[in-house]
């Protein structure tokens, strides 16, 4: 007897699907079988065994979001961080746990300072939970140390509604304050606090919001908690104290405190010239001159601790170094085509302390110059009018642009201005040169 070929073709089908059930249900048991494996491997402190095994159980059945979420742990204890963002966020994908792995990739994307990823794993996070408090304290904390205050505040707010905890009403505390909403400040601050007194960032924005009311002696109070019973190598606590301390005019204190602060930053630059700034504000130059020459063995380029350990130098007689700081100050100065009232002040000090080398400083108005010294001049225009001014102490001399004398008025001491029509045609460049009465110049 023999069957119908359409019947054979029918039962062939039945019998494939029938195998192909229990292969995929093989390999789904293979897989299930290795992410157990890894997970003993693990447990035991066999990271690659552990990690071979579930990228094992990942290639037999890669919809198994269990295998990514435990790759993920295994990765973490090698301190592959991208590693374990990346797979959190495919087991989060993947359907697995989804909540709480989107969480864990975000929190790792942003420890990377990957922000953009952060956010991505947050707003899927929240796409399944809106008021998932994790996600929301997370974002919350994001756009707070990006400083975008706003949507701090109101992502914080959606967090306090979601659960009241002292983290939430930090945020949103914090960011009232910057957006300068201050008895809501102090209302969530104070909240804060309340529900977890050991939460020194609550306590530092408080201070930081004394310091603006004048209110020193609290400000030193609440960075003292700080100190003395949370961090005692709190640096911004140390900061906020020592500027607490030089407002109550106590300089041996804040020199003390943002001396601390500094050891403890590796000689952060910032910090090194707000000490500086203390020394001069209280006279001591010679320690004034030690903080900025840090500073400037640090960054070779910083106009302002040259033009302060200059005056640090005149103010202690030492003509010689002042003057050396001043026309260092005055390269950096013609190199970079910046600021012209610290240029003429430099020139002025070159001058008063007996250089007389001084050359004119030059400032083209219009047209617009870029950073490669280009003009933007109209496409088209047959003329352009090129205005400009001259800065210099002594009587400027002779003014020359592209080699023809060009006439200047003297708007007010120590400032010359000129104004002259250029012809396009043919024209590639423009000189413009300065001469003063030492017969410096300039171009």
């Not at 295998?67 to 990765?75: D, K, M, T």
């Not at 070159?350 to 400032?363: A, D, H, M, Q, S």
């Amino acid at each position: 007897m023999f069957l119908p070929i359409h019947f054979l073709k029918k039962l062939l089908y039945i019998l494939f699907i029938i195998a192909f059930g229990f292969c995929n249900h093989a390999f789904a048991q293979n897989a299930k079988h290795h992410i157990k494996a890894g997970e003993q491997f693990l447990e035991n402190g066999l990271t690659d065994a552990a990690v071979e095994e579930f990228n094992k159980a990942i290639a037999l059945d890669p919809e198994e979001g269990k295998a990514y979420s435990s790759l993920a742990e295994a990765l973490l204890v090698k301190g592959d961080s991208l590693a374990v963002a990346e797979n959190y966020q495919k087991a989060a994908a993947l359907d697995f746990d989804a909540v709480h792995n989107y969480h864990l990739a975000a929190d790792y994307y942003y420890q990377l300072e990957n922000t953009g990823k952060a956010l991505e794993s947050i707003e899927a996070g929240l796409l399944i939970k809106p008021k998932d408090i994790d996600l929301l304290l997370l974002k919350a904390q994001i756009y707070y140390y990006q400083k975008e205050y706003t949507t701090s505040y109101e992502v914080s707010a959606a967090a306090i509604k979601s659960k009241d905890l002292a983290l939430a009403y930090f945020y949103n505390g914090a960011s009232a304050f910057y957006l300068g909403d201050i008895d809501e400040a102090e209302k969530n601050l104070e909240k804060a606090i309340i529900r977890d007194k050991n939460l020194a960032e609550a306590y530092l924005v408080i201070a930081e919001m004394q310091l603006g009311q004048e209110k020193y002696e609290y400000a030193v109070d609440n960075c003292s908690m700080v100190l003395l019973l949370l961090d005692p190598e709190n640096v911004r606590a140390l900061v906020l104290r020592s500027r607490a301390f030089q407002a109550m005019n106590e300089p041996d204190d804040a020199i003390s405190d943002i001396t601390k602060a500094i050891g403890l930053s590796n000689n952060n630059e910032d910090l090194l010239l707000e000490r500086a700034q203390i020394n001069l504000d209280y006279a001591l130059y010679s320690d004034a001159i030690h903080d900025y020459s840090i500073v400037i063995s640090q960054n070779p380029s910083s106009l302002e601790s040259y033009q302060n350990r200059a005056y640090a130098y005149e103010q202690l007689g030492k003509t010689d170094m002042a003057l050396s700081d001043y026309i260092i100050l005055q390269g950096l100065l013609e190199s970079s085509g910046r600021n012209p009232e610290l240029k003429l002040y430099t020139q002025n000090r070159i001058f008063e302390l007996g250089e007389e080398t001084i050359k004119p400083v030059v400032e083209i108005e219009t047209p617009n110059i870029n950073d490669n010294l280009e003009l933007s001049v109209e496409e088209g225009l047959q003329k352009f009018t090129l205005r400009g001014i001259i800065l210099d102490n002594s009587d400027l001399k002779e003014l020359k642009v592209n080699n023809s004398p060009v006439s200047f008025v003297k708007e007010a001491p120590g400032r010359y201005v000129f104004s002259i029509e250029l012809a396009t045609s043919n024209l590639s460049f423009v000189s413009v040169i300065a001469m003063n009465g030492y017969d410096n110049e300039n171009t």
